[in-house]
């Protein structure tokens, strides 16, 4: 079934620490690509996204993220982590064929201790 | 502040019961999607309307059901309620066109209802 992975459900991690969360999808074709982020009690907020270009994207917040198209992958990467960026990552597909239907992972659950 | 508005912040119900959710969304927006969050389902795509005509849907229950108005409000019907719907329910809007032609999506704070 078409799908998105987020293989990481739970990260640990301490404050400067480097961050990647694995996101894979499995549509064919062109994909619109995105992250969100949930913080404790929040609303889903728009960290980046990609369309089309440079695959490497630099989002808000001091993240970016790669899309290597023959891996199928949207890896989000910070490398340096704070105690702030506690919170609820989402990736999520557009499969650009379709409709603006919006497809999420199941998420990510990031801990930063100080 | 995404500037999407949802109405209420929480509501407990019981189960049979039948519960209306309000969104408002950013001004000239004209697509608006529901979506549910649980624990056990993680963030689902409902529905999606453009401009009052319902243009995608997805993994919404019979008994729920959806309309935008001409404002370009909308509501999201939940009826028969069951304790499994309890969840987080965030609606999202986007500027014409839907997200393929690049634009963002921006989501509510949702609306939390708890099914007793």
């Known amino acids: 079934a078409q799908s998105v992975s987020q293989h990481n459900h739970h990260v640990i991690l301490s404050e400067a620490a480097s961050l990647e969360l694995g996101c894979n999808y499995s549509?064919?074709?062109?994909?619109?690509l995105f992250w969100y982020v949930q913080y404790p009690g929040q609303h889903l907020q728009l960290l980046l996204k990609?369309?089309?270009?440079?695959?490497l994207v630099k989002g808000i917040k001091g993240f970016e993220a790669e899309f290597i198209k023959s891996k199928f992958s949207f890896n989000l990467r910070k490398p340096s982590v704070q105690w702030s960026d506690t919170a609820e990552y989402f990736c999520?597909?557009?499969?650009?064929?379709?409709?603006?239907?919006?497809?999420f992972g199941t998420g990510t659950r990031l801990q930063v201790f100080p | 502040d995404s500037g999407v508005t949802q109405t209420p912040k929480h509501l407990i119900t019981a189960t049979g019961q039948r519960v209306t959710l309000r969104c408002s969304p950013r001004?000239?927006?004209?697509?608006v999607y529901w979506y549910q969050q649980s624990l056990d389902q993680g963030l689902q795509f409902l529905i999606q309307?453009?401009?009052?005509?319902?243009?995608a849907k997805g993994n919404i229950l019979e008994r729920f059901s959806a309309q935008q108005f001409p404002d370009l409000h909308s509501e999201l019907n939940l009826s028969s309620l069951e304790l499994g719907d309890s969840a987080l329910y965030f609606c999202?809007?986007?500027?014409?066109?839907?997200?393929?032609?690049?634009?963002?999506?921006?989501f509510g704070e949702g609306s939390w209802l708890t099914v007793v």
């Open positions: 999202a809007s986007s500027m014409p066109l839907g997200l393929s032609s690049g634009n963002t999506i921006y």
């Open positions: 001004s000239g927006d004209l697509s």
């Open positions: 990609y369309f089309s270009g440079d695959p």
């Open positions: 999520a597909v557009i499969p650009a064929w379709g409709t603006d239907k919006l497809i």
């Open positions: 309307y453009y401009n009052g005509e319902e243009r």
């Open positions: 549509y064919g074709g062109t994909v619109n």
